[in-house]
């Protein structure tokens, strides 16, 4: 076989291979686009979030075990307001030791209408729905993970602070408290 034939041969393979993806992706649905303005504008919702803020927090880590942590919380958008990145560090008041490093990104689905989190806490992540209120001041979230179950709900106080308690339930136990929180926006 000469140069040209095989030029022949490859460009007549890669007309017939474009021709037939183009056919089988003219085939599908094309994928819908998302309103990204919608999303903005649910996103803006979320916006009491946004700064730094600093405070104290006790975490459950072991059965009746709390632990007393000074605790920073950060919240920014991000891609252009359609993604909330909140990053939250405990650091133990004993030793100032980090005890708890949490990451969380909230984004709003407009298809669904529907505000879902992606957090990442001590080598693990999970995806959860989040509800935000209808007076837009809270904002509320769970996960169900086998017997394990829980529940998070973060809200403004009337001091203006951000609060956060969440609850865990373990089977048929009654909840019990996994985390209270309490940070002041810094100036």
């Given at each position: 076989?000469?140069?040209?034939s095989v030029v ?26 998302p309103n990204v ?151």
């Amino acid at each position: 076989m000469q140069v040209s034939s095989v030029v022949m041969f490859h460009s007549t393979l890669f007309f017939l291979t474009a021709v037939s993806l183009g056919v089988s992706c003219m085939a599908q649905a094309p994928p819908r686009m998302p309103n990204v303005e919608a999303q903005r504008a649910a996103m803006k919702k979320l916006s009491f979030l946004t700064g730094k803020w600093s405070g104290e927090a006790s975490l459950l880590r072991a059965p009746g075990q709390y632990v007393d942590l000074l605790q920073t919380e950060q919240a920014q958008f991000k891609l252009d307001g359609l993604v909330l990145m909140i990053e939250g560090v405990g650091r133990t008041k004993s030793d100032g030791r980090p005890s708890l490093q949490a990451l969380g990104l909230v984004s709003f689905d407009d298809e669904s209408g529907t505000y879902r989190m992606r957090a990442f806490n001590d080598g693990r992540w999970l995806e959860s729905d989040l509800k935000l209120a209808d007076d837009g001041t809270a904002i509320t979230w769970g996960f169900t993970l086998g017997d394990i179950k829980t529940n998070s709900v973060l809200r403004l106080n009337e001091k203006g602070e951000w609060t956060e308690h969440a609850e865990l339930t373990i089977g048929t136990r009654p909840p019990q408290r996994l985390l209270d929180l309490r940070v002041r926006k810094l100036p």
